[in-house]
Every structure is written in C-alpha cells, then in structure tokens.
C-alpha cells in the first residue's frame, strides 16, 4: 500500500502527532529565545509542559543532534544539525545567488577574504565567506556569531535596526571589550551607527580583533530593508589607513549593484568618499 502523498495545504487537526508539534516547540523556543541555554526547567516553564514531558523529548532530540547539552552549565541549546539545516535553506535565498557572483568579484579585485552575514535573532550570523590567496588572511566559521557592537557587518546591521533594540543589544551583551579600540557605551554605539548610515559603510578598526581591519557595506532588498551586510577583511598591515578609502569604494559600489539587482531603487546619497583620517593609527 503506498504512503499518500502530504497536502501542501493541510486542514487543522488533520495528521497532528501531539508529541512531535512538542518538540518542535522546544527547537522554537531555543531558537527564538534571548538565552545562550535553557535548563529542564525553563523549558518546562516556558512550554507549559511537564517537566518529564521535555525531558523525554530533549533525550530524541539529542539522540538526534537537534539538540546539544553544554557539558558546563548543563543546559540545552540548538544543535549543529539544525545549523545545517540552516544553512541548505539559505542557499535558496534569492539574493544569496545574486550576492554571490558579486562577492566572488569583489574577493578577486581585492585579495581580500570577504564576509557575508545576515541579522537573526539580535545577532550576526556568518552565512558565507570567500578566502584569500594571500598567505595571511582571516578565517571566520560559517554559521558563527559575530559580535554586533565591534564587527564591520555586526555594526552595519546594527545601524539600520531601530534605537529600542540596539539598547537591547547593548544591555544583553554588555559592550563586551574585545580590544583598545572596542565601543564600549551605548552614547559611542549610536554616534558610530550614525556616522554609518551618513557614509553608507562601516569600518572595524582592529575593535573586534588586534591587527585586524574591515571595511563593510550593507545590502538591500526590494523594500529597502537591509537583509544582509558584507565586508572586506585582512591584517591590518595590509588593510591600512591609507587602503581604507579604496575598499570603501568597493564596497560601496558592490552594495549599490548587489541592491540593484534585488530591486532596490529608492534614491539612496551616495556614500561620503573615504579619507585615511576615517582610521586612525
């Protein structure tokens, strides 16, 4: 006997297994969530379900890797499996095969490694990367989280989501202090978003990482929302002051073509040029 085959469209109530629309619950709630980890009980709080209920669907999940433990704190977060899975759908975004050929260009004309992250969940997800052929260059983990506050991408991201929510940033990460240079206020955080959306880029000036410089530029969809943000990344001694307006030119330009091409058309001022004084040494 076959298996009929599933509606695209089906009737509430119809083949609904209870114990799967649970599960699914707790992979939501520790996606959307504000925490890093839950425990069995804050699952089971925010669920509204028996404790032994979460437990015995944590124990499939993380049969299944949608689910890990931290072997320090004990609670439970979402599993790489999921991040793969993540990962297949957002090559079947549109502008990701717009973007791409674009980067990929903008990779060559560089010699630079070149970073595509999107905004999910009050954080900066990497979702794409292209490498260097120099024989020092940056590697970041596809899927990693980058910090807001002191990253070329985290910053421009930032810089287009309302005043409330990059408070909310700032007060659930802290401003952590990566280096020298990091912003480490709010009054800092919203001078520098300011002076980003005026010049339609941002600059991580070594502010995430020693010895580390980035220029990043936004991309737009047919909305003119900001969906995605990329940047142009190297050792300082090869990304200098002096380098910085070019590749802010770059970016700038690769930004305005990748938005083009999604449909973005709303007059835009075009980005203030670049001058060394942007970096200080």
Known sequence: MKTPPVARTVPPGTYTVKSLIKALRIVELLSDGDQDTYTLTELSRGLHLHVSTVHRLLVNLLRQGF?????????????FRVLRMGLKVLDRLDFRRVADPLLQQLNRATEESVHLAIFHGERAISIEKFGTPQPVGL??????????HCTGVGKMLLAYQDDELV?????????????????????????????????????????????????????FDHTGK???????????????????????????????EISYRLGFNAPRPAPKPATQDRVAE
């Open 167 to 219: 408070k909310r940033v700032a007060e659930a990460s802290g401003l952590q202090r990566y280096t020298g240079r990091t912003i480490t206020t709010l009054p800092q955080l919203r001078k520098e978003l300011a002076r980003i959306r005026e010049e339609g880029y941002s600059v991580d000036n070594e502010e995430a990482m020693d010895g580390l410089r980035c220029v990043a530029a936004p991309i």
């Open 139 to 148: 590697t970041a983990p596809l899927g990693g989280v980058l910090p807001l």
């Open 226 to 256: 900001v969906v995605a943000a990329f940047s142009v990344a190297g050792p300082a001694t090869r990304v200098t002051p002096a380098r910085v307006p070019e590749l802010a030119r770059l970016v700038s330009e690769t930004s305005r």
């Open 67 to 79: 689910v890990e433990m931290d072997p320090v704190t004990g609670g439970y977060r979402l599993g």
